[in-house]
């Protein structure tokens, strides 16, 4: 799968499940969140190529999205498709005044979709702004574009939720999250999860880290409350 990550931003299950599929077909990475606000969140910790956002959306909606990413000094140059509705010509406009870089309409049709894409993409490439894509902390490095992590040298084969369950802890070495902070910053899809899926993950991650000869013990469980990444 290719490198390039593309968020995409509906609240439309459906939708989502859409793009995911057409997305994955063409090589790019998907992630996905259904709201304005879970997805500025993803923009802070990740490393996105390319947003596919959608104008109707619950709590803040996509013009608005649109106007808090162009304001951001980090990632507002990263390129933003509209998704919107078929006779929806002033959105179109307000869109493309805000600084969208094109729109498509619904219902999406999948070859305009993909052409729309790398046309996006080859417009807007020397756009493409400088992320701090590496978070190191001691023997940890974290790489946010490849998604890889090392731990003394050696890679660490981490599914996709334990990736972002670590990445969490990095962020804030010594900070204790807790399991329902966990829980929704990585599972927040997911509404009906206990947190015993959090010690599930973290134990897993610890005997992977273990499998390679490696130090466990980077990850402190806090009695009763959570876990947080030692700091040294």
Not at 104 to 130: C, G
Not at 177 to 205: G, K, M, N, P, Q
Request: glycine share 4%.
């Amino acid at each position: 799968m290719s490198s390039i990550s593309i968020l995409i931003v509906d609240d439309d299950t459906n939708v989502l499940k859409l793009l995911e599929s057409a997305l994955i077909k063409n090589g790019y990475y998907p992630i996905k969140s259904k709201s304005g606000e879970e997805a500025l969140q993803m923009l802070e910790s990740s490393a996105i190529d390319l947003v596919i956002l959608d104008i109707m959306l619950p709590g803040i909606d996509g013009l608005e999205t649109l106007k808090r990413i162009r304001s951001h000094p980090i990632y507002g140059p990263i390129p933003v498709i509209m998704l919107t509705s078929r006779n929806s010509e002033l959105d179109n406009v307000i869109g493309l005044e805000l600084g969208a870089d094109d729109y498509i309409s619904k219902p999406i049709r999948y070859f305009e979709l993909t052409s729309r894409i790398k046309a996006v993409l080859r417009r807007t490439a020397h756009l493409k702004p400088v992320f701090l894509n590496i978070i190191s902390h001691n023997s940890l490095e974290i790489d946010l574009a490849f998604r890889t992590v090392h731990l003394d040298g050696q890679e660490l084969q981490l599914s996709y939720k334990e990736f972002e369950l670590l990445h969490l802890l990095a962020k804030k070495p010594g900070k204790v999250f807790s399991r329902s902070e966990i829980l929704d910053a990585v599972w927040s899809e997911d509404v009906f999860l206990e947190t015993r899926t959090v010690d599930v993950h973290i134990r897993r991650l610890r005997k992977k880290i273990e499998e390679l000869n490696l130090n466990s013990d980077i990850i402190e469980t806090i009695r009763s409350i959570g876990y947080r990444l030692v700091k040294v």
